[in-house]
């Protein structure tokens, strides 16, 4: 009977245990999932990323890669200078929320004052901290940063990040400098900066560009061409005026989960339409109009690029790709001269809004005051361009592009080849979702309404007669310049090198550094830390190798991950463009160009982040082409 009763008791006592044990585990694992769900609310930027939520970072005294106090000799303090507090930057499964208190505080410095953001928005400010040595300099000190932020609302919401900065003695009898490899390098020669460096004989491409009068510089800065007016023959008249390009319908097809978790072929128009872990992504389908492909370093394919569409940064970009580029936008270069040993090849020269058929949304020139971006010169480049980020909306963004210098460039009347040289300047615009209550995410102001009395939704025009820019490309669209974004969300430009061409266009990644791993897959170098994703500038400075990053702690020659939208061990970024064939009939001619590109960072934490940028681009533009008397 007692062993029986000790038996039960027994039994008891083990299935009482596993019950604890059970909803002890349980309640661990369900805040281990709530502190991951809060982990955007508070968060360190431009540190290595294992440190974002928190952690260890250690720099030697007066070492220029960490110490930023510009102390060549040992002082017995390093100072942090590089590192940002954030807060509601979005990441895994965390998502934004109004907040109710942010407090920052640097350990014996200064409070981190960031600002109450409007909503679910991100802010983000800079902090310096120093840090002493202790025992004369002997002993290692140390100061934490202490970031805390707490939601509104329920369920309670709250996040601590504690970051430990630690300066160590300089182990070296001297301290180090960045300045021992830059003696080695050549100059760096760019062709289309305006400037000539050896071997160059000329510069900028197609323009007289320092060559004698009547000639102009070939595509690669490396010839003077024989170029006269008199020697056109591109039908009647043999010297047409000018050549127009209008953007087309874009093709981009459709899009399905990939990673493995969800069903195979399942459709989805955004992440969270696939199983935890999955992506949304065009690259595996195969419809639509494929003109690229990206592949990897066993030269299988590995995403296939679309008409229409607009390409984006590594393997860490988090807004779904591609993005549409707008029809409808037109675009007008002058006729220059044409090559007197082929006729037929027109040179192509910038436009203003005071030329026939032009305006400030066709011209081709820098100079140019649109009358629309207040401050802001440069002819417009299509219609305002949203990029929706439906991973997560508060990082969507609105971009408007102007020429940031002359077009230029060349096209054959007869075959309809062309290339042209538009750099643009890309202003982005931090707006999340600007029309509550309409479905999908709208970056950008609309402009809809009945055809003919159209008025603009959301923005600074909010209710203001407007005219279409686009056509209706989905939820986004259309937009219209007569709806500019909300200016006090402008956080930046881009400058976007384009160089579009009806031909085939290639980048090869390569390894600019030796050092991450993965930098083997870079196709875009510029100067940047080698503990975070943080660059040189603004300007940002591109590079080809680590000797020409010569300014501390800015000593590493990389892009922010490697590899090229969302394949992260890419080799070959191609896209192919479509010559629009005899147009010397000055009839519309279906024809496609293309341009592959280095984006470089936008400074902004956020941009960026959701970005991966800096890092390659690549766009193509279908359309049509058409000489005109």
């Known amino acids: ?8 008791v027994q039994l008891t006592y083990l299935l009482g245990f596993a019950f604890v044990l059970t909803v002890a585990l349980t309640l661990a694992v369900r805040q281990g999932s709530a502190k991951e769900q809060d982990e955007c609310l508070a968060q360190f930027v431009d540190v290595p990323v294992v440190d974002e939520n928190g952690g260890m970072i250690t720099c ?11 102390v060549t000799t040992p002082n017995q303090s390093c100072t942090f200078n590089m590192y940002m507090g954030c807060v509601n930057k979005p990441s895994g499964s965390c998502v934004p929320a109004a907040l109710k208190k942010i407090k920052g505080k640097v350990q014996h410095g200064a409070s981190i004052t960031i600002t109450k953001p409007v909503g679910t928005d991100s802010a983000c400010a800079a902090f310096t901290a120093t840090v002493k040595l202790k025992n004369k300099g002997k002993k290692p000190g140390k100061s934490k940063v202490t970031l805390m932020v707490m939601a509104s609302g329920k369920p309670k919401r709250k996040d601590k990040d504690v970051l ?69 023959t591109c039908g009647t008249p043999a010297r047409p005026s000018q050549l127009k390009f209008t953007t087309g319908t874009p093709d981009i097809g459709t899009k399905i989960c990939i990673g ?24 595996p389908t195969t419809d639509g109009t494929v003109v690229g492909t990206v592949k990897d370093d066993t030269g299988a394919t590995a995403c296939n690029l679309r008409s229409g569409g607009l390409y984006f940064g590594g ?24 090559l007197d ?4 090849s027109m040179q192509l020269l910038a436009t203003t809004n005071t030329d026939p058929g032009s305006s400030v949304k066709a011209c081709t020139s820098a100079a140019v005051d649109n ?42 009347c007869s075959t309809g080849t062309s290339q042209i040289n538009l750099p643009l300047t890309s202003d982005i615009y931090l707006t999340g979702d600007l029309l509550s209550g309409v479905p999908g995410i709208q970056p950008c102001p609309l402009c809809t309404g009945t055809p003919g009395s159209e008025t603009c939704q959301g923005g600074p025009n909010d209710g203001v007669a407007c005219t279409p820019g686009s056509g209706a490309l989905g939820d986004a669209y259309p937009t219209s310049h007569d709806c500019p974004p909300p200016p006090d969300k402008f956080i930046g430009i881009l400058p976007i090198p384009f160089a579009l061409s009806t031909s085939a266009q290639t980048k090869i990644s390569q390894n600019f550094a030796d050092t991450p791993p993965g930098a083997q897959f870079a196709f875009c170098g510029f100067c940047g830390r080698t503990t975070s994703p943080s660059f040189e500038g603004p300007p940002a400075h591109p590079c080809r190798t680590n000797a020409e990053c010569t300014k501390a702690p800015f000593t590493l020659c990389e892009q922010r991950d490697p590899g090229a939208f969302n394949v992260g061990n890419a080799q070959t970024i191609t896209s192919t463009g479509l010559p629009a064939g005899d147009i010397t009939d000055h009839a519309a001619h279906g024809s496609r160009l293309v341009s592959v590109f280095c984006i470089p960072p936008a400074f902004d934490p956020i941009v960026d982040a959701a970005g991966d940028l800096p890092g390659p681009g690549a766009v193509s533009l279908p359309g049509t082409a058409q000489i005109l008397p």
């Open 60 to 70: 030697n005294d007066c070492d220029p890669k960490c110490d930023d106090d510009g």
């Open 164 to 232: 430990t900065l630690v300066c160590k003695p300089q182990p070296a009898a001297t301290c180090p400098t960045m300045t021992t490899t830059t003696t080695t390098m050549p100059p760096v020669q760019i062709c289309d900066n305006g400037t000539i460096e050896a071997p160059e004989v000329c510069d900028r491409p197609f323009t007289q560009g320092g060559c004698p009068s009547g000639q102009i510089c070939n595509d690669n800065c490396m010839a003077c061409l024989p170029c006269s007016t008199s020697s056109c």
């Open 341 to 344: 040993a082929t006729p037929t």
């Open 260 to 283: 493995g978790n969800s069903p195979p072929n399942t459709p989805c128009a955004k992440d969270q339409d696939c199983t935890t872990g999955d992506t949304c992504s065009s690259c």
């Open 371 to 412: 009358g629309i971006y207040a401050g802001k010169l440069g002819c417009l480049f299509g219609p305002p361009l949203p990029i929706p980020n439906t991973t997560a909306d508060i990082t969507s963004t609105c971009v408007v592009n102007r020429v940031a210098k002359d077009a230029a460039g060349l096209a054959d």
């Open 1 to 8: 009977m007692q062993r029986r009763e000790f038996g039960r």
């Open 315 to 338: 393997v860490g970009v988090t807004v779904p790709l591609p993005a549409s580029v707008p029809d409808m936008g037109a675009s007008l270069t002058n006729v220059g001269c044409c």
